[in-house]
């Protein structure tokens, strides 16, 4: 499967985007999806997950309550609504998918396609 991350971008502290993925060339149902970021000097940390149904998220605790991960199976969208953005949540964002479509793993090992990332920028 392949995957295009969009909708980065910047915005000021306490404002909001939203970020899509989207999938091709696989059945997207089938797979479990995940958001992660990369800040500059820093390790990729696991940002959220959903599983194959939309039924089951998993959130990192630093985004728990101001981000959502939903996805939308007839059109092969994963998205990612940020609000009550923070200088911290700088980085670039990635959309991963699992070939497991059950649960909703955090580890990044675990994700076997990875989409290009998109550039996010908070500014205080």
């Known amino acids: 499967v392949q995957l295009q991350a969009s909708g980065g971008g910047l915005v000021q502290a306490g404002g909001s985007l939203r970020l899509s993925c989207e999938a091709s060339?696989?059945?997207?149902?089938?797979?479990?999806m995940g958001w992660f970021r990369q800040a500059p000097g820093k390790e990729r940390e696991f940002v959220a997950s959903?599983?194959?149904?939309?039924?089951?998220?998993r959130y990192a605790d630093s985004v728990k309550g101001r981000f959502a991960i939903s996805r939308d199976n007839a059109k092969n969208t994963l998205s990612l609504q940020m609000n009550s953005l923070k200088p911290e949540d700088t980085a670039v964002y990635y959309c991963?998918?699992?070939?497991?479509?059950?649960?909703?793993?955090?580890?990044?090992?675990?994700?076997?396609?990875w989409g290009q990332g998109t550039q996010v920028t908070v500014s205080s």
């Open positions: 991963a998918a699992n070939q497991h479509p059950y649960g909703t793993p955090s580890q990044a090992p675990e994700y076997s396609y």
């Open positions: 060339g696989g059945t997207f149902s089938s797979y479990t």
């Open positions: 959903i599983n194959w149904s939309g039924l089951m998220t």
